[in-house]
T-cell receptor, first 107, second 120 residues
């Protein structure tokens, strides 16, 4: 089955840049998107189609992709950005797949 | 503004069938794709199924034998049935709108989620 691999945790100091990666076979030819989830809340879409940012998402959130690795970058990270982040894509048979999630800690 | 609201029993006994409904307001379910996603306590997101109003459903292969998703266009809602549940099916269940952009798609609108506990 298709898998998306994320680091379990990432730590960053306030004001610094956080990068969260998502790797998967053939991800280079499929769109990736990213969700932020805070405790007790539903996930929120922060990046779609690799690099696009939905209305209302701060500009400090950006997405990129190189080969089979997609990256979510948070510039000038703030305490409010703490939470779990999930990447998501489709496999070759239109099955939706989520990465395992990355816990972002702002120290 | 699109709003989704899940409703369900809260508690289901092992081996029984879990039935959930998602009521949609602010949009017609005769557009877009509609999906169910779950999250076991303390764990990650797992996609369950999606359906388009005039297409066949698609299921997570790991759940396909136990899952059915359906639409009720007259009430602008969609539903999920999960049969033969076990404790491993205990999770928060979310409904969401799936915006399909081949060769992928994303979930921009989510319900608040409903916790389903499987226990005798």
């Amino acid at each position: 089955s298709y898998e998306l691999t994320q680091p379990p945790s990432v730590s960053v100091s306030p004001g610094q840049t956080a990068s969260i990666t998502c790797s998967g076979g053939e991800l280079g030819i499929r769109y990736a998107c990213w969700y932020q989830q805070k405790p007790g809340q539903s996930p929120v879409l922060v990046i779609y189609q690799d690099t696009k940012r939905p209305s209302g998402i701060p500009e400090r959130f950006s997405g990129s992709k190189s080969g089979n690795t997609a990256t979510l970058t948070i510039s000038g990270t703030q305490a409010m950005d703490e939470g779990d982040y999930y990447c998501q894509a489709w496999d070759s048979t239109t099955v939706v797949v989520f990465g395992g999630g990355t816990k972002l800690t702002v120290l | 503004q699109v709003h989704l609201q899940e409703s369900g029993p809260g508690l289901v006994k092992p081996s029984e069938t879990l039935s959930l409904t998602c009521s949609v307001s602010g949009d017609s379910i005769s557009r877009y794709y509609w999906s169910w996603i779950r999250q076991p306590p303390g764990k990650g997101l797992e996609w369950i199924a999606y359906i388009y109003y005039n297409g066949r459903p698609n299921y997570n292969p790991s759940l396909k034998s136990r899952v059915a998703i359906s639409l009720d266009t007259s009430k602008n809602r969609f539903s999920l049935n999960l049969s033969s549940v076990t404790a491993a099916d205990t999770a928060v269940y979310y409904c969401a709108r799936l915006d399909v952009v081949p060769p992928s798609g994303y979930f921009q609108y989510w319900g608040q989620g409903t916790l389903i506990t499987v226990s005798s």
